[in-house]
């Protein structure tokens, strides 16, 4: 009987074992990678980029299993504008009125759960955090070779960015920003 065991035991352990594969971190090349992102207001829209600090991603053989990022927040600027215009955006992008970079200079991305969706396909819920306030997001990702895309649609009023925002002042017309922005994200790793 106990040998039964032991060999009972010895092939669980073992068959586990040959079943497992290690978990890979591949480093982002973070000069290489770009974020972008586009605010929409009732009278146009902005955009601009944001710089990554950090980050990778996580694979079991070639499939996606997590990832974590820590994006520069001071570094948010706009690409649509130029001079007076763009110095004041920029500036009030990180001032408290959005964004508060000089007491929050990063914000993090951590990957929770990844399902495969095709291919090189993959929804991802991860958990964002902006001005120390974290909530879920969900959103796709694409994944070939070295490189990576996602999209993700942010609602900013969940992370204390207000200003502007119709769901927190009223009578604001053609000066409301809507709460959703956009974020395109191309990795290379």
């Known amino acids: ?19 497992s594969i290690e978990t890979e971190k591949k480093s ?7 974020v972008t992102w586009k605010g929409y207001k009732v009278t146009g829209s902005h ?10 991603l996580e694979f079991e053989g070639d499939k996606l299993t997590g990832g974590e990022f820590v994006v520069n927040m001071t570094t948010i600027g706009s690409t ?5 215009w763009k110095t004041k955006l920029d500036g009030h992008l990180k001032s408290d009125d959005f964004f508060g970079v000089e007491n929050h200079p990063t914000s993090t991305l951590v990957f929770k759960n990844v ?5 090189n ?34 609602d900013r009023s969940k992370y204390n960015v207000k200003y502007g925002s119709g769901s927190f002042f009223d009578n604001l017309g053609d000066k409301t920003i ?10 290379e790793f």
């Open 115 to 119: 399902k495969a969706t095709g291919k």
């Open 80 to 84: 649509d504008l130029e001079g007076e």
């Open 47 to 56: 955009e601009g980029t944001v710089a990554l600090k950090d980050g990778h």
């Open 178 to 187: 809507y709460d959703e922005f956009d974020l395109v994200v191309d990795l």
């Open 28 to 34: 982002v090349n973070a000069e290489k990678s770009t």
């Open 121 to 154: 396909s993959y929804e991802v819920t991860g958990d964002l955090t902006i001005k120390g306030i974290t909530n879920p997001v969900t959103f796709d990702v694409s994944v070939y070779g070295s490189k990576a895309t996602a999209t993700l649609k942010i």
């Open 1 to 19: 009987m106990k040998n039964l065991l032991a060999i009972t035991l010895a092939l669980v352990v073992g068959t586990a074992s040959a079943h």
